[in-house]
């Protein structure tokens, strides 16, 4: 792909932001009727809001506008299958929980994914006015470029999960998650997309999670790559539709991760 498509494409992000962040804003840290879309991993509540259904109305119209020939997969509305070789994935919050409690950790993610592999990523969170977007050429934050930072041994990192508790799938995974978190400096749980986005800029250096959809990781997966990073499934291999997800700042602390997510006890 040329460096003129690629820019093309990541302009159009910002475009993608601005509209969702129109909806998004609007419904922020105001009464909000929450309704569940049904049971998700080791909870009986999966929030979506108004707020979720229309930011991602305003995208997929958007997306229709400059792109009609493109395919459209997105956490709120049907797939929309044109047979083309360019697919975008929406999640138009992604972190509805954090979103309906008033903590700004919650995100928009959209990626744009050609044969089958993600070329640009983008994170938007409104709220704080930091936007990320990462292709295999790099990452920035408004702009500006960002790396991951060293860590070799988990003893020096920092880990973080969404839910530790509700957010895995039995008591299994939650047990391989606290393994690895045992010898972490620093645990920090609950920022949802946000988390992965400090990885990117150097502020935490390992999550791990379960249980997540297409949409929860395509457009995090160049942003950390972007800055240095890597993601892959709980085994070392790509992840393509979600899952078990690992995403380190440093290859060598990934290793090591992946190593204790497979020991035997």
């Not at 790509?238 to 190593?259: F, K, M, T, W, Y």
Request: charged share 25%; with cysteine.
């Amino acid at each position: 792909m040329s460096e003129d498509d690629l820019k093309k494409y990541k302009d159009f992000m910002h475009d993608l932001a601005n509209a969702a962040a129109s909806v998004t804003l609007k419904y922020f840290k105001k009464p909000i009727e929450v309704l569940s879309k049904g049971t998700k991993l080791g909870t009986d509540f999966d929030p979506v809001t108004i707020a979720d259904k229309n930011a991602e109305k305003a995208i997929r119209e958007l997306i229709r506008t400059r792109f009609p020939e493109h395919n459209i997969m997105g956490e709120e509305e049907a797939y929309e299958d044109k047979n083309s070789d360019y697919t975008w994935i929406i999640d138009p919050i992604d972190g509805t929980r954090s979103y309906i409690t008033g903590i700004p950790t919650w995100g928009t993610l959209v990626a744009l994914q050609h044969k089958g592999k993600t070329i640009v990523g983008m994170l938007d969170q409104p709220y704080l006015k930091e936007r990320f977007i990462g292709t295999t050429k790099g990452t920035q934050l408004n702009g500006t470029h960002i790396k991951t930072r060293a860590c070799k041994t988990i003893f020096e990192a920092t880990i973080s999960t969404t839910d530790p508790l509700q957010l895995f799938n039995g008591e299994e995974e939650q047990d391989k998650f606290f393994r690895v978190a045992a010898g972490a400096k620093t645990m920090r749980n609950g920022y949802d997309c946000y988390a992965y986005a400090m990885i990117a800029a150097g502020f935490i250096d390992v999550v791990i999670e379960s249980g997540l959809e297409p949409h929860d990781i395509q457009a995090l997966i160049p942003i950390i790559e972007g800055a240095g990073g890597i993601v892959t499934n709980w085994q070392g291999e790509p992840v393509q539709s979600g899952g078990q997800v690992v995403a380190c700042g440093d290859n060598r602390l990934h290793e090591q991760v992946i190593g204790l997510l497979n020991t035997s006890v």
